[in-house]
């Protein structure tokens, strides 16, 4: 059976721990799109760990991790986590990459940071890992395969031809270095010598364990929000981040997805730039910042303070619906113990009509938050593992939020750790 695991939000929600306890059970973990500018947190016996292109189950024996065809591939970076992982004694991974993944290129890192640069104040805030200029080459059809590097010819014609092309963006747009084709074929020899014992056909060998019934997560990255069709447009990433994409990502039929378990957190936060319309500032958002998550909440991968918000409704029920939710993991809920009260945001007001659907960015521009305040229940709710433990306040905001997104919260997350999980 497959399960996919996804974000309703902005990133984010927690989805690398709700994989990392739900890959217990499970065979297979897929990565199917996104690339290393995200990142995942995950707290287990061998510490704490941010992955940013490992699926999360790289630390069970029994899984087997791959990286999906809709995957950014930053060939480097994907062997400096499997050595920092390694480093600190978790067992070498069973990692299979898809022979149809995309490699990101040390060009397209380049062109990121360029990018943002030249744009200056109007920057998207991207993590400059290069995923707009790799996902714009493969949708222009310039970008390089896993299964190119194995083919010279292919190789050394592609590179020719596309490197002309990006020394003239280098040299009159950005008036920076150009690339050497000698040094980059170099490189990209190297990477496929990397790879060589990780490709695989992926669709295939998905194929065989779903006839022989194994359990399957797919792995999201940030969150309906960020969605390029569905999100914020255009603050937004560059690759789909709804479990309906899993199927093309992952390769396999879409009807085998069976179970769609949403990550939603308690309570808001983003990164990079775009519309947030339930965002808190000043000290209120600096301690819900310093107590958020595990030990705050910081990019996973930059490091960079989120931005932060109370828990939003309308945003939560449009991104749960896009993602086609059988169920929510509500996340991170033991944070909000220190409240006397929690403001929750349960409807937009735009043009002075309230609505609570999701609008398009124009509309977005334009919303301001509608506030219910919820009685909060100020202790300290984790090591709880039965629903009916949770005090009273809790329990109702919980069923509140439930109420409001319409769509089961059926696994209560309070801690970080892999166990930290209540089912109801
Ligand atoms: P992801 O990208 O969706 O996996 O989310 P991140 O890893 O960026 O952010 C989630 C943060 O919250 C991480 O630091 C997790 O360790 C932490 N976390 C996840 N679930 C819980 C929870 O229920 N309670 C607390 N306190 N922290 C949690």
Known sequence: MVTAVVGANWGDEGKGKITDTLAEKA??????????????????????????????????????????????????????????????GVPTPKILVSDRAQIVMPYHVLFDQYEEERLGKKSFGSTK????????DKYAKIGFQVSELFDEDVLTEK?????????????????????????????????RDMVAPYKCDVSKFLWDAIKDGKQIL??????????????????VTSSSTLAAYG????????????????????????????DFVSEIFGDEADELRRRGGDGGEFGATTGRPRRMGWFDCVASKYGCRMQGTTDVAFTVLDVLGYLDEIPVCVGYEIDGEVTTDFPVTPLLNKAKPVYKVLP??????????????????????????EEQIGFPITMVSNGPGRHDIIYR
Not at 218 to 235: F, N, S
Not at 267 to 273: D, I, Q, T
């Open 218 to 235: 797919l792995e999201g990255q940030l969150g309906t929000l960020k969605d390029p069709d569905h999100g914020i447009y255009p603050m």
């Open 376 to 401: 909060g229940w100020k202790t300290d709710i984790r090591g709880i593992k039965k629903y009916e433990d949770l005090p009273e306040n809790c329990r109702k905001y919980i069923e509140f939020v």
């Open 129 to 136: 890992s290069g995923i707009a200029p790799f996902y714009s």
């Open 247 to 274: 199927a093309i990502g992952a390769g396999i039929p879409p009807y085998e997805i069976k179970k769609i378990v949403t990550v939603v957190k308690a309570y808001s936060s983003a990164v990079g730039a775009g």
């Open 27 to 88: 065979d297979i973990i897929v990565r199917f799109q996104g690339g290393a500018n995200a990142g995942h947190t995950i707290v287990n016996d061998y510490g704490k760990f941010a992955l940013h292109t490992l699926p999360s189950g790289v630390f069970y024996g029994h899984t087997t991790s791959i990286i999906g065809n809709g995957v950014a591939l930053d060939i480097p970076k994907l062997f400096n986590e499997i050595k920092s992982i390694t480093d600190k």
């Open 159 to 191: 590179v020719d031809r596309i490197v002309d092309m990006k020394n003239i963006m280098l040299e009159h747009m950005y008036h920076k270095p150009t690339i050497d084709k000698k040094e980059l074929l170099d490189t990209l020899h190297e990477y």
